[in-house]
């Protein structure tokens, strides 16, 4: 089967473009939230920052050597589900006659075929994986700017590497995030088999469900809280 682009109805476009502007929109807003209202991933970076000028004091650091190879696991382990899951997403499209015939027996389906909706997935895995494999690396610099730290916090050099660690940790931490938001927007794509509808309903659950974990979660409360 192959691909015809020029076949996809303007509404199909629209829900697209919709679609990459949910994703940009609410990953802009929950890394620039307002000031009356931070979001998680604004409230972590100065936890992050707290976690290196307490590593500076602590000895020994085991604690913090195993829990920034915890952090570089968790992103190796999902560029790797990206990388399987781009592959299935190929095959799909080598093989989109066999699950064309599947998709036609949907109630909802409609529009251009399923080789052509199953390209705005890969994209948005693609991207996924792209920083996932930038913040495992970010994370492999900031464990070699914490060795650099020196034991003695009376060291002038201390706390500035300290501090240059932990905004290369924040750095990596907002690619990671990236990537898991592109995951989510990935899946949202997923509804376009079911048609436009079925892509502007996936598009409203990702968003809503990201941007309340951001905004109006119970995490963000306790993350929140510095009341002792």
Request: glycine share 8%; hydrophobic share 50%; proline share 6%.
């Amino acid at each position: 089967m192959t691909m015809n682009l020029g076949t996809i109805p303007l509404f199909d476009l629209a829900m697209l473009a919709l679609l990459v502007l949910a994703w940009l929109g609410s990953g802009w807003i929950s890394e620039h939230p307002p000031r009356s209202r931070p979001s998680v991933s604004w409230a972590m970076e100065d936890y992050r920052r707290d976690w290196m000028r307490t590593f500076v004091t602590r000895q020994p650091r085991i604690f913090d050597a195993t829990l920034i190879d915890s952090l570089r696991q968790g992103t190796a382990f999902f560029a790797s589900a990206c990388m399987i899951a781009i592959g299935g997403g190929v095959a799909v499209i080598g093989n989109a006659a066999a699950v064309q015939r599947l998709a036609e027996e949907l109630p909802l389906a409609s529009g251009p075929d399923v080789a052509v909706k199953m390209l705005p997935v890969i994209a948005f895995l693609a991207n996924a994986l792209l920083k996932f494999v930038w913040a495992h690396r970010l994370f492999g610099y900031c464990s070699i700017l914490m060795a650099a730290v020196p034991n003695d916090p009376g060291d002038p050099l201390s706390f500035h590497r300290a501090g240059q660690a932990a905004e290369i940790n924040i750095t990596a931490a907002k690619s990671f995030n990236r990537g898991l938001w592109s995951i989510y927007y990935a899946l949202a794509a997923l509804g376009w088999l079911l048609g436009p509808w079925g892509l502007l309903a996936g598009t409203a659950l990702a968003t809503g469900i990201l941007l309340r974990r951001e905004f109006a979660s119970h995490s963000r409360e306790v993350i929140l809280s510095r009341e002792p």
